[in-house]
């Protein structure tokens, strides 16, 4: 069955800072990913996406994911974080229907 | 133009009462979807229809919950007889034909 691993559920870095969030999927043919953020109160943003083409993806806010078959994952990664990105991030694998990981809640420290 | 919308954004009801959750999708997006996201857990589907067809409901958790979409565009979930565990906050998606889905605000339902 198709699903999406999110090993972390907290994180936590420094303004500033790299981040990378790690995804791994289950799926049996060439997925449909992406990468989701929720803030607080808020709903669902989208923040990339990868169907087919390069496995380097660039999103909003200074976000890219990389996909790697061999590994079947879609890392989420920022060269600086800001801290407005304190968020809960989703990656999540389209069959038809969504199919979410349970999410990893990002914490910014001052 | 305009994006998903959801109503109301937050219902209380009581345990037993009957609920009825709106969502407005993008116009002429033909694929609409609910989900449902307890707290501190990544949404899960419920339900999925193109056009008026209701195409998947597997995802419905029991014979309490029913949607419609009868012209094609605006949906309901109904949930019939509310429990405590329903209180989650659900979420419409529209979608066109091969683009991404695009997610509405969603509506959190307390029961109590």
């Known amino acids: 069955a198709q699903s999406v691993t999110q090993p972390d559920i907290h994180i936590t870095v420094s303004e500033g800072a790299s981040l990378e969030l790690r995804c791994n999927y289950s799926?049996?043919?060439?997925?449909?990913l992406f990468w989701y953020v929720q803030s607080p109160g808020q709903g669902l943003q989208l923040l990339l996406k990868?169907?087919?083409?390069?496995?380097l993806v660039q999103g909003i806010k200074g976000f890219e994911a990389e996909f790697k078959r061999s590994q079947s994952s879609f890392n989420l990664r920022k060269p600086s974080v800001h801290w407005s990105d304190a968020a809960e991030y989703f990656c999540a694998v389209r069959d038809d229907k969504i199919i979410f990981g349970k999410g990893t809640r990002l914490h910014i420290l001052p | 133009g305009a994006g998903v919308s959801q109503s109301p954004r937050y219902k209380v009801a009581k345990r037993g009462q009957d609920v009825a959750l709106r969502c407005d999708p993008i116009s002429g997006h033909v694929s609409l979807f609910w989900y449902q996201q307890a707290l501190g857990q990544g949404p899960e589907f419920l339900t999925y229809?193109?056009?008026?067809?209701?195409?998947?409901k597997s995802g419905l958790p029991s014979d309490r919950f029913f949607a419609e979409r009868p012209e094609g565009s605006v949906s309901t979930l109904k949930i019939q007889r509310t429990q405590q565990e329903d209180s989650a906050v659900y979420l419409c998606?529209?979608?066109?034909?091969?683009?991404?889905?695009?997610f509405g605000p969603g509506t959190r339902l307390t029961v109590l």
């Open positions: 998606a529209s979608r066109s034909a091969v683009d991404t889905q695009y």
């Open positions: 799926y049996g043919a060439t997925p449909y």
């Open positions: 990868y169907f087919s083409g390069d496995t």
């Open positions: 229809f193109q056009n008026e067809a209701q195409l998947d």
